[in-house]
């Protein structure tokens, strides 16, 4: 079995940021995968499982509403290893080209009343909500974000020569 792009990136040297994680051309169009990386793995603490689903919730609405993004948006969701998320995008801009909006989509957190769609009927576990977490968590990465807009670190990721962890173990979580 072939190990998949992401898996070349070291894991252990990935600090928070928006990478590029694949680009796939779709009969002549660039549909580009981002890495939106919150917290640092294997390093620090994922980030709250419930506060994730809301996350989840509250910026795939803000994405889908945004007047001036909404229809360059094809996915928002979260890494299985919670620490981040997937975002896909027509096209192929550089990260630092969407820092802006995702600051803004963090910022948004801050002001959100209520978890959007945690009706029976519009989500998969409307119990596994947290808006206070995920305020917390948001404020969090949007300030990182902000200061570190400059800080070309936050877009690069580290990559290994190896497909496999130190000890030899391959792995298949992002
Ligand atoms: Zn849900």
Known sequence: MDLIP?????????????????VDD??????TTYDVRVTRPNIEPCVDVSAMHSLEHI????????PDWKDEVIYWGPMGCL????????????????????????????DSEEVPGVEPENCGNCCMHNLVYAKWYAAKFADYL???????????YPKTERLATEDGRQFFDS
């Open 26 to 31: 779709i009969a002549g169009n660039k549909i």
């Open 146 to 156: 902000k200061s570190n807009k400059d800080n070309d670190a936050i877009y690069t």
């Open 83 to 110: 620490t981040g998320f997937y975002l896909i995008l027509k096209g192929n801009r550089a990260p630092k080209e969407i820092v802006d909006l995702l600051i803004r989509a963090f910022d948004s957190v801050k």
């Open 59 to 66: 910026i795939a609405t803000f994405l889908r509403n945004d």
């Open 6 to 22: 992401s898996f070349s990136v070291d894991h252990t040297k990935i600090v928070p940021g928006i990478f590029e994680s694949r």
